[in-house]
């Protein structure tokens, strides 16, 4: 259930997660990861919950959606596990 705080809807972490099908501990890890510019969130009462907008919301559901190439492996790479020079 989100939380209204003047007039802007907030929505805890828990709440993220369990809308996009992920688990606490993978929202909180792709949160802390540098390099993808996630929203931190704000603390709310003293930090016991970290509060996100709907924008911040939006943004963490494109990254959870977000599709990528797959990388072909390298083929010098298989020399390592063949033995091979």
Do not use: C
Request: glycine residues 8%.
């Amino acid at each position: 259930m989100p939380v209204i705080i003047d007039g802007t809807r907030y929505y805890s972490a828990a709440e993220i997660a369990k809308n996009l099908r992920i688990s606490r501990s993978t929202f909180w890890r792709w949160r802390g990861l540098s390099e993808e510019n996630l929203p931190v969130g704000r603390r709310y009462r003293g930090g016991k919950m970290v509060l996100f907008t709907e924008e911040e919301v939006e943004a963490i559901r494109s990254f959870a959606n977000r599709l990528e190439p797959v990388q072909r492996a390298n083929r010098d790479q298989m020399k390592l596990f063949n033995g091979t020079k």
